[in-house]
């Protein structure tokens, strides 16, 4: 798996106390979907609250390609933040 902005092979590793995969070029992370779900265990967070608002937001198409290789990202938001996410694997 490759980080989509530096082309750097992502590591596993903690991110924001959670498991998922990390660059060590420019610090970004990315959390497969199976991750994203694990959250609500230890933060108050509603994975599927967090699906549906990014399903009804309407798609910025990047020029980035997901990390799992499965497509182009979007750019969505979410409580004041911005993040790529793939529509296809559900990685952020």
Known sequence: ???????????YDLTEIHT????SECHGAWLP????KAIVTVKEFDYM???GQVQSQVK???ELTCSS???QL??????NSHFSYCHSCFGA
């Open 49 to 51: 609250a967090f699906v």
């Open 33 to 36: 979907a199976k991750f994203l």
């Open 74 to 79: 979007h750019r969505h938001f979410f409580e």
């Open 1 to 11: 798996m490759q980080c989509y902005q530096c082309n750097v092979k992502l590591e």
């Open 20 to 23: 998922g995969y990390g660059c």
């Open 69 to 71: 290789g499965c497509g």
């Open 60 to 62: 910025e198409t990047t």
